[in-house]
């Protein structure tokens, strides 16, 4: 049975950054893209980006301006998102997925709230 | 890229059927059939409801059926049960290696 499970909620500061980890069991980790989601407070779902851990190849939203890294370990399989110079446009709920950009996801993390706040 | 459109609420009573809308551009939705469908309760992650345009994953109800037309996509829930009040987001597939979703529909069950 595969689980992803997220890292525990994280306060920060504007222009801090925060690392969000996605553990991956009940599959081979590096069969699937890892894909990152996030949903504001009241708001839709966003798309991120995604990352192969079979290569590391990723791709970003281009609204991210940047801002986002994701990587894996795939000693661990576990996959990571950071964000940069926070705003409080960044506080959301980050979701984890498995699957890339073709695949619909079927597998999702329980989410992470990021709340970016002084 | 722009977010996909689809209506902020839809509704229906026990046993009818709803379609929602999710519309996109000649270079999203309508040239790609990879437009999936989530099904989203309050404080829950998103679930799989139809991909690549009218598939549904094993478990779901065949009560949910996906299609297309041109550059839009639809998703009917047939036989509306109280359970299918939830928020309803559609993604598609936007070249290059993008993604993107639709706003997201708020589906009422009178």
């Known amino acids: 049975q595969v689980h992803l499970v997220q890292s525990g909620p994280e306060v920060q500061k504007p222009g801090a950054s925060v690392k969000v980890s996605c553990k991956a069991s009940?599959?081979?980790?590096?069969?699937?893209?890892i894909t990152w989601v996030r949903q504001a407070p009241g708001q839709g779902l966003e798309w991120l980006g995604w990352?192969?851990?079979?290569?590391?190849?990723?791709n970003s939203a281009q609204n991210l301006h940047g801002r986002v890294t994701m990587t894996t370990d795939t000693s661990t399989g576990t996959a990571y998102v950071e964000v940069r110079s926070l705003t409080t446009d960044d506080t959301a709920i980050y979701y984890c997925?498995?699957?890339?950009?073709?695949?619909?996801?079927?597998?999702w993390g329980q989410g992470t709230l990021v709340t970016v706040s002084s | 890229q722009s977010a996909l459109t689809q209506p902020p609420s839809a509704s229906g009573s026990p046993g009818q059927s709803v379609t929602i809308s999710c519309t996109g551009t000649?270079?999203?939705?309508?040239?790609?059939?990879?437009v999936s469908w989530y099904q989203q309760y309050p404080g829950k992650a998103p679930k799989l409801m139809i991909y690549?345009?009218?598939k549904r994953p094993s478990g779901v109800p065949d009560r949910f059926s996906g299609s297309k037309s041109g550059n839009t996509a639809s998703l009917t829930v047939s036989g509306l049960q109280t359970e299918d009040e939830a928020d309803y987001y559609c993604?598609?597939?936007?070249?290059?290696?993008?993604?993107?979703f639709g706003g997201g529909t708020k589906l009422t069950v009178l």
């Open positions: 990352i192969s851990p079979h290569n590391s190849k990723t």
């Open positions: 690549e345009v009218s």
């Open positions: 997925a498995r699957g890339g950009v073709l695949t619909g996801y079927e597998s």
């Open positions: 009940g599959y081979t980790f590096t069969n699937d893209a």
């Open positions: 993604t598609s597939y936007a070249g290059s290696n993008n993604l993107v």
């Open positions: 000649s270079s999203d939705v309508g040239f790609y059939n990879y």
